[in-house]
């Protein structure tokens, strides 16, 4: 129980950590002066300090909205993989809760686009509305291919079993698989082939268009929302594909998972660095790759484990 | 390990068939040829037969390294157009690629009692999803690499039926190859005169 709480509040707090982690990568790469690590929770400490300004037009949505992206993350996070084997867990949740809970947040997150009636923000929910109709199938596919490997439904048992029976004979279904949820990261996350998190150019932005007429505490809830889904995302992944470490003492395990979150952010800075963004029409196809190798992943499970 | 290396073949094969650019299209064939390589040094490793060993030597080295390398040389010369727009747009990609796995799959249906059926399916499937890629593309560069995906194909379908290809078929192919490569040098001369 104990540890159970350790680790959701280790995933709440560590949580803008990671960003300004992929922030500072890029930058050293680039030759700049990177950024403290504590960074992000400066800028969530500034947000806190200043006002809170409403738009005219704003209906109670504004007002509601923040709170509700968060919430759905935040019940996610109760039903994320367990870092260690003598961690409590909730078994029956599947690709489906997850999912919908996701979309709950990005709902209401394009509705706060579209209440402050301002053009930028209307843009915003649009896109944001195109990627993630493209996301959700292809996110789907993935956790069901990954839930057929570990036969097993729910998203915290089938980690615990891939931990104990790692699939030598499916590794090609379960290669697919990490190469779909790989860009499906990206894609949920606002990194850089599909947005840019960095700039206001109102051509490009899709996440900051949305929340561009928030301020103050409202702003800080929907910036930390959107760390705590980077973590979400990243929590999901290297329990189901580095499914390493479960096994270890409780302390010893979660500095294995923080490790392994470090890494998978230093692997996003290096291809965020690499990588232009993509044009906004471009986008359909990167996420058409991931929906082909999620499907992949389903019939190479039939057709390659024999 | 056998899975891994075949599931990465393919991978490479559909990577290469939604990609849009043309030295992109050699790195993939030249990936796709390495995946198949290991995947026949490991075929080599449980059959323990020597001539297969020089088959996955000679693809690793001369289709995984050598051949992306000179068509990239032959690109340079002739300055051939770098974009290649497949034919076929994504939104039908999508439902086109596994319906061609899927149907594999059926088509090998009545030789079940095979131990390798799986691959056999397999390897029909990207023969299919070469001849795709050599109909979807205008640029006669993507059509070589859909022909030499072909014979990778070709390569894996023979590894995986028989257990082991004779080396002399091998052989055969690769000299087929080496005259293909000569006739392709020749009609980009054509095309570009």
């Known amino acids: 129980m104990i540890y159970t709480l350790i680790h959701i509040a280790v995933m709440v707090i560590l949580a803008p950590l990671f960003l300004s982690l992929i922030k500072a990568i890029k930058m050293w790469l680039l030759f700049k002066k990177p950024l403290p690590l504590l960074q992000g929770y ?21 007002r509601i909205a923040p709170y509700l992206v968060l919430a759905p993350l935040l019940t996610a996070l109760l039903f994320m993989p367990p870092v260690t084997k003598g961690e409590w867990y909730i078994g029956f949740v599947d690709a489906f809760t997850l999912t919908g809970l996701l979309a709950l ?8 686009g579209l209440d402050s009636a301002s053009a930028f923000g209307g843009i915003g929910s649009s896109r944001e509305a195109f990627i993630s109709a493209l996301v959700e199938p292809g996110m789907i596919l993935v956790i069901f291919a990954l839930s057929l490997i570990a036969k097993n439904l729910g998203i915290a ?12 004979h499916h590794l090609a279904s379960y290669t697919f698989a990490a190469i779909a ?114 499907f992949l992943s389903l019939i190479s499970y039939y057709m390659l484990g024999a | ?39 026949a040094l490991e075929q080599y490793k449980l059959l323990d037969d020597k001539a297969l060993l020089i088959s996955a030597l000679l693809t690793l080295l001369l289709k995984g390294l050598l051949l992306p390398y000179l068509f990239k040389l032959f690109a340079l010369k002739f300055h051939t157009e770098r974009n290649i727009p497949p034919k076929i747009r994504l939104q039908y990609a999508i439902l086109l690629i596994p319906a061609i796995l ?12 095979l131990p390798g059926k799986n691959y056999i399916s397999l390897s029909i499937a990207s023969l299919f999803l070469s001849l795709v890629l050599i109909i979807e593309h205008k640029a006669i560069f993507a059509k070589v690499i859909g022909f030499l995906m072909m014979e990778n194909a070709l390569f894996l379908l023979g590894m995986t039926a028989t ?31």
Do not use: C
């Not at chain 1, 400066?42 to 109670?60: G, M, P, T």
């Open chain 1, 42 to 62: 400066n800028d969530l400490a500034k947000l806190l300090r200043k006002e809170v300004i409403i738009s005219q037009e704003a209906s109670q949505i504004t």
């Open chain 1, 105 to 112: 947040s990005t709902f209401f997150l394009m509705l706060i």
């Open chain 1, 157 to 168: 048992e089938a980690a615990i079993h891939l931990n104990t029976h790692f699939p030598t």
């Open chain 1, 181 to 294: 949820f790989f860009i499906l990261i990206l894609a949920e996350n606002g990194r850089i082939p599909i947005d840019n998190p960095e700039t206001h150019l109102e051509l490009t932005m899709v996440h900051e268009a949305m929340v561009l007429d928030l301020s103050g505490w409202y702003l800080a809830l929907v910036e930390a929302a959107s760390a705590i889904k980077y973590m979400i995302f990243a929590t999901l992944f290297v329990s189901f594909f580095s499914p390493f470490g479960i096994g270890a003492p409780f302390l010893i395990a979660l500095a294995i998972y923080l490790a392994k979150i470090a890494f998978l952010s230093l692997i996003i800075a290096l291809i965020e660095v690499n990588t232009a963004k993509l044009r906004l029409f471009k986008v359909p196809n990167l996420l058409g790759i991931a929906i082909i190798f999620a």
């Open chain 2, 1 to 39: 390990m056998t899975n891994l290396f075949i599931g990465l073949f393919l991978s490479t094969l559909i990577t290469a068939l939604l990609t849009t650019r043309l030295y992109r299209l050699f790195l993939w064939y030249g990936l796709n040829s390495i995946f198949l390589g290991l995947a």
């Open chain 2, 102 to 113: 899927v149907f594999t799959f059926y088509l090998i249906n009545p030789i079940l009692h």
């Open chain 2, 163 to 193: 257990e082991g290809m004779p080396m002399l078929i091998e052989l055969g192919i690769f000299f087929d190859l080496l005259m293909a490569v000569v006739v392709i040098n020749l009609l980009f001369e054509v095309e570009h005169a």
